[in-house]
């Protein structure tokens, strides 16, 4: 299993942005073979899927993101980011950062809290 850690949570405005972080543990080997992504979930609702990107750093989003979100990774840090701009109040949810590798799952974060208010 890997580590994952999130950071980067907390309070935005609607139209604002915020950016998470998640770092995959030091003994992680070829962080460049997993599928990183993040997931959200809100209380009463299923996690769903917010933006996953592949090993050759294709990307592919939720229908919801609508163009206003961009997952990015910095392979030789073992991180993965999550860029959220065009904030909505919708996007109130816990946040997890999840790691796959052969499309089997490897790990999930603790979850970071975001939410959007003014």
């Known amino acids: 299993q890997v580590q994952l850690v999130e950071s980067g949570g907390g309070l935005g405005r609607p139209g604002g942005s915020l950016r998470l972080s998640c770092a995959a543990t030091?003994?992680?080997?070829?962080?460049?073979?997993?599928?990183m992504g993040w997931y959200r979930q809100t209380p009463g609702k299923q996690r769903e899927l917010v933006a996953t990107?592949?090993?050759?750093?294709?990307?592919k989003y939720g229908d919801f993101v609508e163009g206003r979100f961009t997952i990015s990774r910095d392979n030789a840090k073992r991180q993965v980011y999550l860029r959220m701009t065009g904030l909505k109040s919708e996007d109130t949810a816990v946040y997890y950062c999840?790691?796959?590798?052969?499309?089997?799952?490897?790990?999930w974060g603790q979850g970071i809290q975001v939410t959007v208010s003014s």
């Open positions: 990107i592949f090993s050759d750093r294709t990307t």
């Open positions: 999840n790691a796959q590798r052969a499309y089997e799952n490897k790990g």
């Open positions: 030091a003994t992680i080997d070829d962080f460049t073979a997993y599928t």
